[in-house]
């Protein structure tokens, strides 16, 4: 279809303000990278660095010579894996037994669900009940708190609506029960949205912050959220303590560009293996010829 020269024009301005407006967006995070991985003389010698005259690794080196950061990192792994893991289970389970209708109360609990997305309890509630728990200081605190939330457990519900009852049905009729019924057809047919949603809630633990700030007192489990957040204050650098005294400290804000790359890469690879998934309906594989 051939275009119009106004349309080419429109086009072609398009092109050019989105490209500005995505190397505005990706400079701050190039110039974190390029400045994490430069020489620490050339970085104290200049004001900026575009493109570094000498590559160096030193303050990922002595990042990851840091116990306490290795620590951190391990923590927030631990968060992501873990709180994932059980915040699937718990809000698609939840979710498949408000999309059955036969389910007794279920218009009940479902308006419980949507009044917790209209009011929160807020802070010092969560704070006082995660206390009479016994979870003060404990990585569970984190997770719990966290494990699903009325909006995703509404999301997962439509997606299960779409999918036939016929289904379900055949599988009782089968000899299979409720519980293998969601097991053995719904979960297959709904990976993509299980995809999709243990992303979110890998971003989520990954990035925990505010409930580690406010549940975690000891130092030693500390994510990496909570651990670059003291290094971004501290400025002498000395909240990493334990690296190896053999390797001369970068400047501490390289370390903190070093630091911040190393936090956001593992989202950063997590992303290309489950984009994919984002484009697929919820029925892809539910019928086969």
Not at 106 to 111: G, N, W
Not at 149 to 170: C, H, N, Q, R
Request: aromatic share 14%.
């Amino acid at each position: 279809m051939k275009l119009s020269s106004g349309e080419k024009i429109f086009n072609i301005t398009n092109i050019i303000f989105l490209g500005l407006v995505a190397l505005v967006t990706m400079f701050p995070l190039y110039y974190v990278f390029v400045v994490s991985f430069t020489e620490p003389a050339e970085f104290v010698r200049k004001t900026i660095i575009l493109w570094p005259e000498d590559w160096s690794i030193d303050a990922y080196r002595y990042l990851l010579s840091a116990p306490t950061f290795i620590q951190a990192i391990g923590v927030s792994t631990f968060l992501a894996v873990v709180g994932t893991v059980c915040s699937l289970v718990i809000t698609s389970s939840f979710a498949y037994a408000l999309s059955r209708r036969n389910f007794m109360g279920r218009r009940i609990i479902l308006m419980l669900v949507l009044f917790t997305i209209l009011f929160t309890p807020g802070i010092i509630p969560n704070y006082l009940l995660v206390k009479e728990l016994g979870l003060l200081n404990s990585l569970w605190a984190v997770i719990l708190v966290s494990l699903t939330s009325g909006w995703f457990v509404i999301l997962m519900k439509g997606f299960y609506d779409s999918i036939p009852t016929s289904l379900v049905e055949a599988a009782l009729i089968d000899g299979c029960n409720e519980i293998t019924a969601w097991i053995k057809i719904i979960l297959p047919l709904s990976l993509p949205s299980i995809a999709a949603f243990g992303l979110f809630f890998a971003v989520q633990y990954w990035n925990q912050f505010f409930n580690a700030l406010l549940y975690l007192n000891d130092p030693s489990k500390w994510p990496i959220q909570v651990l670059l957040q003291n290094m971004l204050i501290d400025s002498s650098g000395s909240s990493l303590g334990g690296a190896d005294p053999t390797i001369a400290p970068p400047p501490s804000q390289q370390l903190k560009m070093a630091a911040v790359i190393i936090a956001i890469v593992p989202i950063l690879c997590v992303y290309p293996f489950l984009q994919k998934h984002f484009a697929k309906g919820v029925m892809i594989g539910s019928i086969k010829e």
